[in-house]
């Protein structure tokens, strides 16, 4: 099965990408920012506001596919000041169980769509765990 996802208010934002490709029992999610849903506006309120809302962001993309963070497994993140990688961290946390970790790999980039501190893609299983 191969099939290109991008809800109603993401299609409102004209970017050229789909929100998420499945292909067979994998969801391939773009990489979310901490923006507002359906604008092209990062959230106010420094990093750890961001990163939250970039989560949310995953999570509604999960959501919108019968899925949840547990069905996560693997994350890359990409910051553009790694020196707030722990603020990234305390909000990243909290939004899996801490022995359903995702494999992750983070990194620092010099630049990020609309000047986001962080952006975060992942990937995802979709068949019985």
């Not at 099939?3 to 109603?8: D, V, Y």
């Not at 506001?49 to 596919?65: C, F, G, K, P, W």
């Not at 963070?69 to 994350?75: A, I």
């Amino acid at each position: 099965m191969l099939q290109f996802i991008t809800s109603p208010a993401a299609k409102a934002t004209n970017l050229p990408f789909s929100q998420a490709v499945r292909v067979g029992d994998t969801l391939y999610l773009s990489g979310a920012l901490g923006n507002v849903p359906g604008k092209l506006e990062l959230v106010p309120g420094g990093m750890e506001a961001e990163a939250r809302q970039t989560m949310e962001n995953v999570r509604t993309v999960l959501s919108d596919n019968n899925l949840t963070f547990d069905n996560v497994v693997k994350c890359t993140i990409m910051m553009a000041d790694m020196k707030k990688w722990a603020d990234f961290n305390k909000v990243y946390v909290t939004y899996f169980k801490p022995d359903r970790l995702p494999a992750r790999s983070a990194f620092g980039a010099n630049g990020l769509a609309l000047g986001a501190q962080v952006e975060v893609e992942c990937m995802a299983f979709m068949g019985k765990s």
